[in-house]
C-alpha cells in the first residue's frame, strides 16, 4: 500500500507557522531539513500538502514511472501535488535550495481557485524544469522574500505569502513552451463545461447564498447530458468520479468557512444545501476525518 505523509513529516515546526485563521505554510531551506525529513522523501509516497520546490545537486525525482534527473550546479523547480505518489532519491548526499508547502486550506477564503485548479499541479501543464541561470535568480528570490516574511510579524503576512505562491506558479507557466491547442474532444469539452459549472459556485461569500448544483443529476441536467455519460467522461480525463469531484471541492469549501469566517456551523450547513446541520457534519467527517467544530 502506498503510504501517505504529512507536513509535520517535513516541517515539524509548522504549528508554530499556521496562519491564524487557519491554514498551513511552510518555507524551508533544504539543507535545513531534519535526517528525518531526508529520509522521509526517499519513500514514495503521497503527501497531504502541495509543494514548490527549487532544488540544485545530483538528485532524481521519482513520478509516475518517470525519473527526472538533475546534475551537479544545475538547478531544477518542481511542483507537486496530493494526488500523485513521489519520491527523491539524492545520489551524493548533498541536495541544497528551498521548499515551500502548503494545504489546501492555506488560500485565502476570496479565491474560488484552489491548488489543483493550477495546470502546473494538476497536470495539466509542466511540473518539473530545468531551469537556466536568469531562470534560477528569479526563483530563489521568490523563496528569500517567502521565508523572510514568514518569519516576519506583519499583520497579513499570509496574503503575501500566498502572493509570492501566485508569482512563482505563474513564472514556472512562462517558462513552458506554447503549447498547442489541446485536442478538444467529447470528453474534454464536457469536462471543461462541468468544472467550469462547479467553480463558478465559489466561493461562498454571504450566510443566505446557497448552492444550485449538489448533485451529479444537477449538473448533467445543466449540461444537458445524462449523468452517467458525465461520469464517463470525467473519469476519462480526471480519473475521478462526479460525485468525488462535486464533494471534494464542497468540503474544501467547508474547510474554508470554518477557518476563516464567523459563521455559525449551521449557517454553514445551510450554504452547502444540507438540510440538517448533523447531516453536514456526518459527511464532513466522513471526508475529512474531523468535525467541523474540531477543525475549527
Given at each position: 500500500?502506498?503510504?501517505?505523509?504529512?507536513?509535520?513529516?517535513?516541517?515539524p515546526e509548522i504549528a508554530a507557522g499556521k496562519d491564524h485563521s487557519?491554514?498551513?505554510?511552510?518555507?524551508?531551506?533544504?539543507?535545513?531539513?531534519?535526517?528525518?525529513?531526508?529520509?522521509?522523501?526517499?519513500?514514495?509516497?503521497?503527501?497531504?500538502?502541495?509543494?514548490?520546490?527549487?532544488?540544485?545537486?545530483?538528485?532524481?525525482?521519482?513520478?509516475?514511472?518517470?525519473?527526472?534527473?538533475?546534475?551537479?550546479?544545475?538547478?531544477?523547480?518542481?511542483?507537486?501535488?496530493?494526488?500523485?505518489?513521489?519520491?527523491?532519491?539524492?545520489?551524493?548526499?548533498?541536495?541544497?535550495?528551498?521548499?515551500?508547502?502548503?494545504?489546501?486550506?492555506?488560500?485565502?477564503?476570496?479565491?474560488?481557485?484552489?491548488?489543483?485548479?493550477?495546470?502546473?499541479?494538476?497536470?495539466?501543464?509542466?511540473?518539473?524544469?530545468?531551469?537556466?541561470?536568469?531562470?534560477?535568480?528569479?526563483?530563489?528570490?521568490?523563496?528569500?522574500?517567502?521565508?523572510?516574511?514568514?518569519?516576519?510579524?506583519?499583520?497579513?503576512?499570509?496574503?503575501?505569502?500566498?502572493?509570492?505562491?501566485?508569482?512563482?506558479?505563474?513564472?514556472?507557466?512562462?517558462?513552458?513552451?506554447?503549447?498547442?491547442?489541446?485536442?478538444?474532444?467529447?470528453?474534454?469539452?464536457?469536462?471543461?463545461?462541468?468544472?467550469?459549472?462547479?467553480?463558478?459556485?465559489?466561493?461562498?461569500?454571504?450566510?443566505?447564498?446557497?448552492?444550485?448544483?449538489?448533485?451529479?443529476?444537477?449538473?448533467?441536467?445543466?449540461?444537458?447530458?445524462?449523468?452517467?455519460?458525465?461520469?464517463?467522461?470525467?473519469?476519462?480525463?480526471?480519473?475521478?468520479?462526479?460525485?468525488?469531484?462535486?464533494?471534494?471541492?464542497?468540503?474544501?469549501?467547508?474547510?474554508?468557512?470554518?477557518?476563516h469566517s464567523n459563521w455559525s456551523v449551521s449557517q454553514i450547513s445551510?450554504?452547502?444545501?444540507?438540510?440538517?446541520a448533523t447531516h453536514f457534519t456526518r459527511a464532513f467527517k466522513s471526508?475529512?476525518?474531523?468535525?467541523?467544530?474540531?477543525?475549527?
Amino acid at each position: 500500500m502506498i503510504e501517505q505523509h504529512s507536513i509535520e513529516t517535513y516541517a515539524p515546526e509548522i504549528a508554530a507557522g499556521k496562519d491564524h485563521s487557519g491554514g498551513y505554510f511552510a518555507a524551508v531551506r533544504l539543507e535545513d531539513f531534519s535526517a528525518k525529513s531526508i529520509a522521509a522523501t526517499a519513500i514514495y509516497s503521497r503527501k497531504d500538502f502541495y509543494k514548490i520546490s527549487l532544488i540544485t545537486g545530483n538528485a532524481s525525482y521519482f513520478l509516475r514511472d518517470e525519473e527526472y534527473r538533475f546534475n551537479g550546479n544545475e538547478w531544477g523547480l518542481v511542483f507537486t501535488n496530493r494526488y500523485d505518489p513521489y519520491r527523491w532519491e539524492v545520489h551524493d548526499g548533498i541536495c541544497n535550495g528551498f521548499s515551500c508547502m502548503f494545504t489546501e486550506d492555506f488560500l485565502p477564503l476570496h479565491t474560488h481557485l484552489r491548488p489543483a485548479d493550477w495546470p502546473v499541479f494538476n497536470g495539466e501543464a509542466q511540473s518539473v524544469f530545468h531551469l537556466k541561470d536568469g531562470d534560477k535568480d528569479l526563483f530563489e528570490s521568490l523563496f528569500l522574500k517567502m521565508i523572510a516574511e514568514q518569519a516576519a510579524g506583519y499583520t497579513h503576512k499570509y496574503d503575501l505569502l500566498f502572493i509570492y505562491v501566485l508569482e512563482c506558479i505563474h513564472a514556472a507557466l512562462k517558462l513552458e513552451p506554447e503549447a498547442e491547442t489541446r485536442k478538444q474532444t467529447a470528453a474534454t469539452r464536457l469536462t471543461d463545461g462541468f468544472k467550469n459549472l462547479l467553480s463558478g459556485q465559489y466561493p461562498i461569500l454571504y450566510p443566505h447564498q446557497q448552492l444550485s448544483l449538489r448533485t451529479a443529476q444537477d449538473f448533467a441536467d445543466r449540461l444537458a447530458v445524462h449523468p452517467n455519460s458525465l461520469n464517463r467522461a470525467l473519469k476519462e480525463v480526471t480519473g475521478r468520479t462526479t460525485s468525488q469531484l462535486i464533494n471534494e471541492r464542497m468540503m474544501q469549501e467547508a474547510s474554508a468557512l470554518l477557518l476563516h469566517s464567523n459563521w455559525s456551523v449551521s449557517q454553514i450547513s445551510n450554504s452547502l444545501g444540507f438540510e440538517e446541520a448533523t447531516h453536514f457534519t456526518r459527511a464532513f467527517k466522513s471526508h475529512t476525518g474531523k468535525t467541523p467544530s474540531s477543525l475549527r
